[in-house]
Nanobody, 121 residues
């Protein structure tokens, strides 16, 4: 079983950058696809980005393409979300998720506790 702990959230001005980290415990981290989702106030949780177990395949929501980058470091059991050119509409609680594949991650998996990102205008 994998446990996930997010960090790196905070308050940033529009146009700024943040890097979120998700540290995973458990020896099987490298077998999981990993992803980031977010939930803004009053809205449902939405997909942001995912990366395959190998790190060789990534996919992104249209709203973050070209601004966000997902990556993973298997040696550190950590997945990252580099967020650049942040906009006020990126304000949300960001959640890390683990699942068997990048397809499964859209429907099932293990969640972290979330980290708040607030972008001021």
């Amino acid at each position: 079983q994998v446990q996930l702990v997010e960090s790196g959230g905070g308050l940033v001005q529009a146009g700024g950058s943040l890097r979120l980290s998700c540290a995973a415990s458990g020896r099987t981290f490298s077998r999981y696809a990993m992803g980031w989702f977010r939930q803004a106030p009053g809205k449902g949780r939405e997909f942001v980005a995912a990366i395959s177990w190998s790190g060789g395949s990534t996919n992104y929501a249209d709203s973050v393409k070209g601004r966000f980058t997902i990556s993973r470091d298997k040696a550190k059991n950590t997945v990252y979300l580099q967020m650049n050119s942040l906009k006020p509409e990126d304000t949300a609680v960001y959640y890390c998720k683990a699942a068997a594949t990048s397809v499964d991650i859209m429907y099932e998996g293990l969640w972290g506790q979330g980290t708040q990102v607030t972008v001021s205008s």
